[in-house]
């Protein structure tokens, strides 16, 4: 079941990326969710499982600041999610192309990263599917995440408005 939300998945750890985003939503009332937390523990993968497998607009940036490995896994779960043809759901992604000066010290790490950065962004652009959104820049990505969330909402409407038609 769908459920009128922004999921803002992707990178964590010490980054401040999310914050123009809470502070635009919630300047402009749009529900989301926020997995960064101060302590994380199991208990709370469950709650980040049904968001990501709920949310009407799911964001993934991977960004230059870690290795995400751990994002670039959760990017391919979500598009099994994207195929699905009983599920209208949006999703924007954000492959940074390049690592933070201090992460390509570990060479093993920075070339896996690299690795699978690359291969991420070429799956993605050879499924071509139209509910998933591959952006260049954290600022598009927000005023994506912005217009589909308010596609979203309509889309909600007028289902409820079909409901009460068939009834």
């Known amino acids: 079941m769908q459920q009128l939300c922004v999921g803002l998945f992707g990178t964590c750890g010490g980054s401040t990326w999310r914050n123009k985003f809470i502070e635009r939503y919630n ?12 302590e994380w523990d199991p208990s709370m993968a469950a709650i980040e499982a049904a968001h990501l497998a709920e949310d009407s607009v799911i964001l993934f940036p991977v ?6 490995l751990g994002s670039c896994a959760e990017v391919g779960f979500s598009i099994l999610n994207a195929i699905k043809l009983d599920n209208i759901r949006d999703f924007v992604l954000l492959i940074d192309d390049r690592l933070d000066e201090e992460l390509m010290q570990d060479a093993a790490m920075s070339k896996e990263s690299l690795r699978a950065r690359a291969l991420v ?14 952006v260049d820049d954290l600022d598009t990505m927000l005023e994506a995440s912005v ?6 909402k309509a ?10 038609l068939r009834a």
Do not use: C, W
């Open 121 to 134: 962004k070429q799956h993605l652009k050879k499924l071509a599917l139209s509910n998933v959104y591959l």
């Open 63 to 68: 960004l230059a600041e870690t290795y995400g």
């Open 27 to 38: 300047n402009e009332d749009i529900m989301f969710f926020n997995p960064q937390v101060e």
């Open 147 to 152: 217009d589909l969330y308010n596609a979203a």
């Open 155 to 164: 889309r909600i409407k007028l289902q409820h408005l079909n409901l009460h």
